[in-house]
Structures are given as structure tokens and as C-alpha cells.
């Protein structure tokens, strides 16, 4: 079965600090893994794509790293703001034949930056 | 451009209203997605379109409708509202290229009773 697990399901860093989120998957066949920030209210924000063969990708102070063999997957922001509070959103693409690209999405970590 | 919005941004519906959920897209997108969310868990696809005239169901279907008269439009429409309807709807879309890119709504957040 197709399935994305983030851990944790929330967190609280004060601001300044750095964390990391994780993603594992089990999605057949693999297309692409793509990390969402969803501010509360609104929708979600693409922060960046992998495809199998990236490993590591960055957008500002946003990581992502991909590990395709294991499945697994993370997010690290570094010096935390106010304005990171949100929900993220890891999101696998499975692509089956025809060219239909199917999402698969995880229940998100809501990220929490105090002063 | 606008980007992607989406009309009423909160509605309350009694069960067995219907209702329609608008969804407007400027960036001339040929993909477009309708998706819910419930708490704690990820969105879920209603349906889908990947051009005008063209529609096809997601994992979620039963109780919704869709339609897709022209590029920039796909409005979602419920009959018999039930409770289990009541969840934050959003809209999406994307150019039918390699980067798979998808633009989201604000969202609609609908309550049935």
C-alpha cells in the first residue's frame, strides 16, 4: 500500500535553533518526492522537488535530502524564524504508465518557533 | 496574476443542501486538482482535470461533481451535503510539464450540520 509517515507530528524549537523532519514512504513506482510548507488558513507552498537521482536539494534556509534505497527522506531548517511556524507537508509521486502522475501525501509536522 | 483562488473561503451548509465550490486559475494551467483535508490526515484527491472538457476521479469521488467548461475554471459541486463533507477544500493546478509543479488555492472551509 502506498503510504507516507512524517515524524514528528509536532514540534517546538525556539528561534534561532536549527531541526530536522523526517519522511519515510513505501510508494511504487517512485516519481518524485516534493516537501510543502502550509502556513495555517492557507495552502500549501512548494519548497522544493526531488527526483530519484537528487539526493540533496536546498531553497534558502530549507534542506531537503532524499536516501531512495531506504525510502526516507528529510527536512532540516536552519535558524529557525517566527515566520517557519507552519504545517510541512511531505508529498511522493508514484508514475504509472499512460504518464499519470498519482500524489500520495503525509499528515504533515506542525512546526512551532518561539521567541 | 492571482495565481489560484477560490470561492466561498467558509460556508456552513445544513445536510442535504448542495452547494458549489469555485475555483479560478490564471496561469493558463492545463492540470487542475480537487482535493480535501481532513484533520490529521493528507489530502486526498476528488477529482481532476488535464484540459477543458476533460475530467476523471480521485480516491475520494462519492458525493461531488465536477466540471471543466474552459481552461480556467473547475468547479466543484456537492449535492446532499452529509457530515462526512465537512473538511477544508482545496484547488490546485499545474502546466503540463516535467517540473509537475502544483499551485494551491487558499482553500474553502466547509461545515455541514
Known amino acids: 500500500k502506498n503510504q507516507v509517515e512524517q515524524s514528528p507530528q509536532s514540534l517546538i524549537i525556539l528561534e534561532g535553533k536549527n531541526c530536522t523532519l523526517q519522511?519515510?514512504?513505501?510508494?511504487?513506482?517512485?516519481?518524485?518526492l516534493r516537501w510543502y510548507k502550509q502556513d495555517t488558513g492557507r495552502g500549501p507552498v512548494s519548497l522544493t522537488i526531488m527526483t530519484f537521482s537528487e539526493n540533496t536539494k536546498s531553497n534558502g534556509r530549507y534542506t531537503a535530502t532524499l536516501d531512495a534505497d531506504t525510502k526516507q527522506s528529510s527536512l532540516h531548517i536552519t535558524a529557525s524564524q517566527l515566520s517557519d511556524s507552519a504545517s510541512y507537508i511531505c508529498?511522493?509521486?508514484?508514475?504509472?504508465?499512460?504518464?499519470?502522475?498519482?500524489?500520495?501525501f503525509g499528515a504533515g509536522t506542525r512546526l512551532a518557533v518561539h521567541p | 496574476n492571482a495565481g489560484v483562488t477560490q470561492t466561498p473561503k467558509f460556508r456552513i451548509l445544513k445536510i442535504g443542501q448542495s452547494m458549489t465550490l469555485q475555483c479560478t486559475q490564471d496561469m493558463n494551467h492545463n492540470y487542475m486538482y480537487w482535493y480535501r483535508q481532513d484533520p490529521g490526515m493528507g489530502l486526498k484527491l476528488i477529482y481532476y482535470s488535464v484540459g477543458a472538457g476533460i475530467t476523471d476521479k480521485g480516491e475520494v469521488p462519492n458525493g461531488y461533481n465536477v466540471s471543466r467548461s474552459t481552461t480556467e475554471d473547475f468547479p466543484l459541486r456537492l449535492e446532499l451535503a452529509a457530515p462526512s463533507q465537512t473538511s477544508v477544500y482545496f484547488c490546485?493546478?499545474?502546466?503540463?510539464?516535467?517540473?509537475?509543479?502544483?499551485?494551491f488555492g487558499p482553500g474553502t472551509r466547509l461545515t455541514v450540520t
Open positions: 508529498v511522493v509521486s508514484a508514475r504509472f504508465s499512460g504518464g499519470y502522475n498519482k500524489l500520495i
Open positions: 490546485a493546478s499545474r502546466q503540463r510539464d516535467r517540473s509537475y509543479e502544483q499551485y
Open positions: 519522511c519515510n514512504y513505501t510508494v511504487s513506482p517512485f516519481s518524485n
